[in-house]
């Protein structure tokens, strides 16, 4: 079984500080990972896309990868509330079109 | 990105009764996904859809609850059939334009069966 791990939160952070978003997943063979970001009663949208091990950084975005530990994370620095959304991590395996989302962190950034 | 539209935004429905759900792209895409996701979950992967051939369903989801149609390479259909209140959730397509894996969201049918 394909599985994505997320703590489903709430994570709760202060306005400025940097959120930590933590995934780890299941499949070795796992290529390409993704962070999406959900606001209530929107749809996902793609924040960021990592496929090497190491830091990947975006604006105040940074996604990093460690594939011998099956972990990737997503770090936000000094986080607005308008952050405040619930994180999707997916994984896509190797050899398939599709992707694996874990069940996602509320994030809430408090004021 | 991709410019993706769903119809209809939102709908309510009588029990026993199908809606279809369209998802069309602003350019060409190979594939084609459409997903649910229920209040408070994430989301739910029900078929894969590739122009010129069948869909592809996972686990827990069979052709005759829900087909789908792929007539060309900007198009799709979802039709939820024979309807109950359980079927009430979020409807997404989303689409893979081929680069790495990279899937965009559609904004999503809201489905309420009464």
């Known amino acids: 079984q394909k599985e994505v791990e997320q703590n489903s939160g709430p994570l709760s952070v202060p306005e400025g500080a940097i959120a930590s978003l933590n995934c780890t997943y299941s499949d070795r063979v796992s290529q390409s990972f993704f962070w999406y970001r959900q606001y209530s009663g929107k749809s996902p949208e793609l924040i960021m896309s990592i496929y090497s091990n190491g830091d990947k950084e975006d604006g105040r975005f940074t996604a990093q990868l460690n594939k011998a530990s099956q972990y990737v994370s997503l770090l936000i620095r000094d986080s607005q509330p308008s952050d405040s959304a619930t994180y999707l991590c997916?994984?896509?395996?190797?050899?398939?079109?599709?992707?694996?989302f874990g069940k996602g962190t509320r994030l809430h950034i408090l004021p | 990105s991709a410019v993706i539209s769903q119809k209809p935004s939102r709908d309510i429905c009588q029990r026993g009764t199908s809606l279809t759900i369209q998802c069309q792209v602003d350019?060409?895409?190979?594939?084609m996904f459409w997903y649910r996701q229920q209040p408070g979950q994430s989301l739910t992967l029900i078929a894969t859809?590739?122009?010129?051939?069948?869909?592809?369903?996972e686990s827990g989801f069979v052709i005759d609850k829900f087909p789908i149609s792929r007539p060309n390479l900007t198009f799709s259909t979802l039709t939820v059939s024979n309807m109950s209140p359980e079927d009430s959730s979020i409807y997404l397509c989303s689409v893979d334009r081929g680069r790495s894996n990279e899937q965009f969201f559609g904004p999503g049918t809201r489905l309420t069966v009464l």
């Open positions: 997916a994984v896509n395996i190797k050899g398939d079109d599709k992707i694996i």
């Open positions: 350019s060409q895409v190979t594939m």
């Open positions: 859809a590739n122009q010129g051939s069948e869909a592809t369903y």
